[in-house]
């Protein structure tokens, strides 16, 4: 009795095509599939990523120009917080300086994250702003009930999406960082998918006042297609479709599975932009 074939893998399927002579097939194949694992952002809406600590007037201006300026509508999510945080949580100052409304939203019972009435200010709003703490947290409210589709919805609209610390890390598709346990722990099963707005990357926050420079580097070698981002306190990215810019005071270190002079990352100051796709520096 004949049995059937063991289904192909894709090394199977090269192996095949280059053995009937096309290997330009099977490189384009190839090709295909290591650009598909390329980095990118948002097809429609603005991403303003900082590392923490204090947020300086380059950040601010960039929040007010942004989020559409005088009459924007934010909301404010400090659930990565600890309950004893999120009780005296604000909003951040620079709201509160121009003609802005500011909406607190926030809950742990994912049957209310999952209801219509609790998303309806992300269904007005046109920014948001995800405070710091563990984005551990912000998963376990809100990963895959409505309030993530609404979060999204901001971004679809045209709207930003800001956050700091945790409210950076969680803007990523894979989330570092993640274990309840302790925030050492750089991979963690179960809490590995962030909410995805920049596609194929990982982000890390506080780099330098934390000594976490290299820390990027054995989440990189985990998962080669990611794009290690590392972002100083007092420093942020504005990502606008596949298009990243540094702003701040501090560094972005970019960790991309390379050697760079001995070091697994490279470095960007403020002013510098950096292309996704491609992941090169452009003029």
């Not at 598909?36 to 429609?44: C, E, H, M, T, Y």
């Not at 005071?249 to 970019?254: D, P, S």
Request: charge should be positive; glycine fraction near 12%; aromatic fraction near 6%.
């Amino acid at each position: 009795m004949r049995r059937n074939a063991p289904p192909l893998t894709r090394r199977g399927i090269l192996a095949l095509l280059g053995s009937f002579g096309l290997v330009a097939l099977a490189g384009a194949i190839d090709a295909r599939a290591q650009a598909q694992a390329r980095s990118a952002g948002p097809p429609n809406g603005k991403l303003l990523i900082i590392g923490g600590g204090e947020r300086g007037l380059d950040i601010q201006d960039a929040a007010f120009q942004l989020s559409g300026g005088h009459g924007a509508r934010w909301v404010f999510i400090p659930t990565a917080g600890t309950d004893t945080e999120v009780s005296y949580a604000k909003p951040p100052d620079f709201i509160g300086r121009v003609d802005a409304s500011v909406t607190i939203l926030h809950t742990r019972d994912r049957a209310v994250a999952d209801s219509e009435a609790f998303t309806a200010p992300l269904r007005a709003a046109t920014a948001v702003f995800l405070g710091g703490g563990r984005q551990w947290r912000l998963v376990d409210a809100y990963g895959d009930t409505r309030t993530e589709r609404e979060l999204r919805g901001v971004l679809d609209r045209g709207g930003l999406i800001a956050g700091t610390s945790a409210g950076a890390s969680i803007q990523a598709s894979y989330f570092v960082r993640g274990s309840p346990i302790s925030n050492r722990i750089m991979m963690a099963p179960g809490h590995e998918r962030g909410f995805g707005y920049l596609a194929n990357v990982a982000i890390d926050q506080h780099v330098s006042q934390r000594d976490r420079e290299n820390d990027m580097s054995a989440v990189i070698a985990a998962h080669p297609g990611l794009l290690g981002i590392g972002i100083d306190e007092s420093t942020a990215i504005v990502v606008e479709r596949n298009t990243m810019t540094v702003i701040g005071r501090g560094t972005v270190r970019i960790t991309d599975g390379a050697d760079h002079s001995g070091r697994p990352y490279y470095e960007l100051k403020s002013g510098t932009r950096l292309d996704l796709a491609s992941r090169r520096t452009l003029p």
